[in-house]
């Protein structure tokens, strides 16, 4: 393919992507406007290589395992990956399916001043845990349109009902 040609990728199953597939997807930094990928334990740490990628407006990531938590198994790419997601400006749709770190990921890009989401989907989280998260959403007040959260809310209740 032509460099910055390619303007939607959907892979919704397992493709492996790696290294090499999320480099290659930077010939289409301009281009690209719509991601959705599967990934594994594996790929997800190499999810950092699409920092060229930043004409997204529409990035759904569904991790095919959901048992690693990036933000403590490896804290570089994690702080990558909000670096990446916070030079995306066009972003208005993200969707982070069965991604134990969704939450952590996604709460800096909600404060990010020139953010204007439309859509969000999280899963996958604790409510009680994570309190900044829902005070960052706040922030996207504005242009916020569709909100799809889904956790864990048993102890939140417990806690409540504990007060």
Request: hydrophobic share 40%.
């Amino acid at each position: 393919m032509r460099p910055n040609s390619l303007k939607t990728l959907h892979a919704i199953s397992d493709i492996r992507a790696g290294p090499e597939t999320f480099l290659a997807l930077n010939y289409h930094a301009q281009s690209l406007e719509d991601l959705q990928l599967s990934v594994t334990n594996d790929s997800l740490a190499h999810m950092p290589l699409l920092q060229g990628c930043t004409a997204l407006k529409n990035l759904r990531i569904d991790d095919l395992h959901g048992a690693e938590d990036i933000e403590t198994t490896n804290h570089d790419a994690f702080l990558a990956i909000i670096a990446w997601l916070r030079q995306c400006e066009s972003l208005r749709c993200l969707d982070f399916s069965n991604c134990q770190s969704g939450v952590a990921l996604v709460t800096p890009v909600l404060l990010e001043r020139n953010m204007r989401l439309t859509s969000l989907h999280i899963d996958s989280y604790t409510l009680k845990d994570h309190t900044n998260f829902h005070q960052a959403l706040v922030h996207q007040q504005a242009s916020l349109r569709h909100l799809f959260l889904s956790g864990e809310t048993e102890e939140m209740l417990e806690c409540l009902l504990w007060t």
